[in-house]
């Protein structure tokens, strides 16, 4: 019984500081979520947070494909270019570049405290 009450403030925690901290707009009904809903359609996952995912991706998926695989990313963190960021369990951030939300220019891992970071795709040849 202990247990199942520290599983349930676990969950009250974290729902509630995702909210706080605005980390996930699946939280907030935002118009990126909308706008991610609607580009990944009504087979969209939950968010994936395992870089194995990620590291499955091949070169010529589209933005759409990666959504219906790895589910809603958190934010779009770029100015230009749109850069989706994946918030990965347990550390590190998944960052997803693409000009027109079609064609994915690149993915990169980011190991939390660390400024380098990890191509994932393109891959090198």
Same mark, same amino acid.
């Given at each position: 019984?202990?247990?199942?009450?520290?599983?349930?403030?676990?969950?009250?925690?974290?729902?509630?500081?995702?909210?706080?901290?605005?980390r996930?707009?699946?939280?907030?009904?935002?118009?990126?979520?909308?706008?991610?809903?609607?580009?990944?359609?009504?087979?969209?996952?939950?968010?994936?947070? &395992?870089?194995?995912?990620?590291?499955? =991706?091949? #070169?010529?998926?589209? *933005? +759409?494909?990666?959504?219906? !695989?790895v %589910?809603?990313?958190?934010? &779009?963190?770029?100015?230009?270019?749109? =850069?989706? #960021?994946?918030?990965? *369990? +347990?550390?590190?951030?998944? !960052?997803? %570049?693409?000009?027109?939300d079609?064609?994915?220019?690149?993915?990169?891992?980011l190991?939390?405290?660390?400024?380098?970071?990890?191509?994932?795709?393109?891959?090198?040849?």
């Open positions: 019984m202990k247990t199942v009450r520290q599983f349930i403030v676990f969950l009250l925690l974290s729902f509630g500081v995702a909210t706080v901290c605005g996930s707009p699946q939280f907030g009904g935002t118009e990126f979520y909308e706008r991610m809903r609607q580009l990944a359609g009504p087979t969209a996952p939950g968010t994936v947070r &395992d870089l194995k995912a990620f590291h499955a =991706v091949s #070169e010529g998926t589209s *933005i +759409p494909d990666l959504l219906r !695989r %589910g809603i990313p958190d934010i &779009d963190v770029g100015s230009g270019l749109h =850069v989706y #960021e994946y918030l990965l *369990i +347990p550390e590190g951030r998944i !960052r997803v %570049g693409t000009r027109d079609n064609n994915i220019l690149y993915i990169d891992y190991p939390d405290g660390v400024s380098e970071p990890k191509r994932i795709l393109p891959r090198s040849r």
